[in-house]
């Protein structure tokens, strides 16, 4: 090659660099909002690219070192995003004036994930009230109802199977034991599948499940490219879903679909739910689209509700009066109900829900809510000195729940344990937002609560939770995982009760009720 077809190959190269990458990041400095220095390309986004610490503390740090503003600058790789960090701001921008900020970020790039099309999480605009209405009367309490039956018969047989394992006190990888049970919870009420996790470890429907959340926990660099250069993924056809995976699910709900239909079958799921939802013009949902929706609430449900089930277990091993005192309180309720609650019973539970409300204020499903601004906004003055930004359709906006539930302006002793604050209604309105703020609230919050429930009440009455040489104490975070996780995975010793409540085989002796 001749030098001058180098250089002009290196010219090429170069302008083509600035145009995408490094134009971008002149961002802030041109609305005038503060930002920490950035390295090109990385951005900020260095620390957690090499694993020195997490996401979430990251923000945080950042939270803090501009506590005197309203908002500050994050470069996301070359991506810049708004980071609102003062709540009533946050409160406006999410509910007030919601229409100017409906859409969530997209990492998916349609054509090469077609399982990720339709569906609540990647629809925007008219799309996504259209389908959130579709959806929204599929998760009522009343919808929740008719699923109590469903995940409490295999709660129960999964404590039983859990405490008999546990007579002289089993040290269980949290992640695994938990991840089975949220499997299953979510194959029978999402998917109409029956399975068995821990007998039957190595089924189907879990070996896939399991594939698939490798794909959400194990591939954080590819989520990353798509969201930075998600032209490098559809130039390369890089996919975070193979096609075996998108087969496997797909073929599930239409066998399920086919033989209710076939047969008259009835049962209170959400396939039978989203079969059941009628749009504006009175037509179905097609396969496609129950398949679509019923994968994403899997894929939403599984990660983020097993790791809040372990963070809920960790606190409770890790607090041991704060578990003798629910403990107290799920006694009282199965005496009362002779071990068989109602719906009612297990939601009128005041200490487990302040426990569970604790547990995700300490550690929120995800360190930040993403929004992207679809209409004009004016922001205020990040400072009383300073001046207004306004920002354009396409800017991209995160809410930091992490570091405003760990605010002491709205939590005292915000790195303390204690349910009770959520006993005395003290918490500030909307400082708590672990399931999201404004109608961009998670649509499955309530299968969510309810799978908690049901397990720590079923867990509790027939195991003790106590810390063991493995478990993180005190807690430290993930630096791998864009989500909260555990620096060395969430690990604890369960003791099958000696008192109150004992195992006979792998059942319980009523008489000791």
Same mark, same amino acid.
């Given at each position: 090659m001749d030098p001058f077809t180098i250089i002009l190959t290196f010219l090429i190269v170069f302008l083509v660099i600035y145009h995408f990458l490094w134009k971008r990041m002149d961002y802030f400095r041109r609305l005038e909002i503060a930002h920490e220095t950035t390295i090109p390309i990385l951005g900020h986004s260095m620390p957690i690219l090499f694993r020195r610490i997490s996401l979430a503390d990251h923000l945080h740090n950042m939270y803090n070192d501009f506590s005197d503003r309203k908002y500050f600058g994050f470069y996301n790789f070359t991506t810049p995003i708004i980071a609102i960090r003062d709540l009533e701001l946050t409160t406006s921008m999410a509910i007030k004036n919601f229409d100017h900020f409906t859409d969530h970020q997209s990492f998916i790039i349609e054509d090469l994930e077609p399982m990720m099309r339709k569906n609540l999480l990647s629809l925007r605009g008219d799309d996504w009230r259209e389908m959130r209405r579709l959806l929204s009367p599929v998760f009522t309490a009343a919808k929740m109802k008719t699923m109590f039956n469903l995940i409490t018969d295999y709660t129960d047989s999964f404590s039983r199977y859990v405490a008999a394992e546990s007579k002289g006190g089993k040290v269980y990888d949290l992640k695994d034991t938990f991840g089975r049970y949220t499997t299953d919870v979510l194959a029978t009420s999402c998917f109409?599948?029956?399975?068995?996790?821990?007998?039957?470890?190595?089924?189907?429907?879990?070996?896939?499940?399991?594939?698939?959340?490798? =794909? $959400? *926990?194990?591939? !954080?660099?590819?989520?990353?490219?798509?969201?930075n250069f998600p032209f490098l993924l559809k130039l390369?056809?890089?996919?975070?879903?193979? /096609?075996?995976?998108?087969?496997?699910?797909?073929?599930?709900?239409?066998?399920?679909?086919?033989?209710?239909?076939?047969?008259? $079958?009835?049962?209170? &799921?959400?396939?039978?739910?989203?079969?059941?939802?009628?749009?504006?013009?009175?037509?179905?949902?097609? $396969?496609? /689209?129950?398949?679509?929706?019923a994968f994403i609430f899997f894929m939403g449900g599984f990660e983020t509700t097993t790791r809040f089930?372990?963070? =809920?277990?960790?606190?409770?091993?890790?607090?041991?009066?704060?578990?003798?005192?629910?403990? &107290?309180?799920?006694?009282?309720?199965?005496?009362?109900?002779?071990?068989?609650? *109602?719906?009612?019973?297990?939601? &009128?539970?005041?200490?487990?829900?302040?426990?569970?409300?604790?547990?995700?204020?300490?550690?929120?499903?995800?360190?930040?809510?993403?929004?992207?601004?679809?209409?004009?906004?004016?922001?205020?003055?990040?400072?009383?000195? !300073?001046?207004?930004?306004t920002i354009e359709p396409g800017t991209f906006v995160w809410f930091l729940p992490y570091s405003i539930q760990r605010d002491p302006k709205y939590f005292p002793e915000p790195f303390r344990f204690n349910p009770d604050r959520f006993l005395r209604g003290t918490v500030p309105q909307n400082a708590y937002m672990s399931f999201g703020?404004?109608?961009?609230?998670?649509?499955?919050?309530?299968?969510? $609560?309810?799978?908690?429930?049901?397990?720590?009440?079923?867990?509790?009455?027939?195991?003790e939770l106590e810390p063991c040489a493995q478990t993180t104490l005190p807690m430290r975070l993930c630096k791998k995982n864009v989500l909260l996780a555990a620096d060395k995975g969430f690990w604890l010793n369960f003791k099958t009760r000696k008192t109150g409540t004992a195992l006979r085989g792998d059942g319980v002796d009523d008489d000791e009720i």
């Open positions: 109409g599948v029956a399975v068995d996790s821990m007998r039957n470890p190595n089924n189907e429907f879990y070996v896939f499940a399991k594939q698939l959340i490798n =794909v $959400i *926990t194990g591939q !954080s660099l590819k989520v990353q490219m798509a969201w390369f056809g890089v996919r975070l879903f193979n /096609e075996k995976m998108r087969r496997y699910f797909t073929s599930v709900v239409n066998e399920t679909v086919k033989r209710r239909k076939a047969k008259g $079958i009835y049962r209170p &799921d959400m396939i039978q739910l989203l079969l059941e939802s009628r749009g504006l013009n009175g037509k179905a949902l097609t $396969i496609e /689209e129950i398949t679509n929706n089930l372990c963070f =809920v277990a960790h606190e409770l091993a890790a607090n041991p009066k704060v578990q003798a005192r629910l403990r &107290d309180e799920i006694e009282e309720v199965a005496r009362k109900y002779k071990e068989k609650p *109602t719906y009612e019973a297990v939601r &009128d539970m005041p200490y487990m829900d302040a426990v569970l409300n604790e547990t995700s204020r300490m550690y929120p499903s995800t360190p930040f809510l993403d929004r992207t601004c679809v209409k004009e906004f004016e922001l205020p003055p990040a400072t009383p000195d !300073s001046k207004p930004v703020i404004g109608p961009r609230l998670c649509i499955g919050n309530r299968l969510a $609560i309810m799978e908690a429930k049901i397990l720590f009440f079923n867990l509790l009455l027939r195991c």
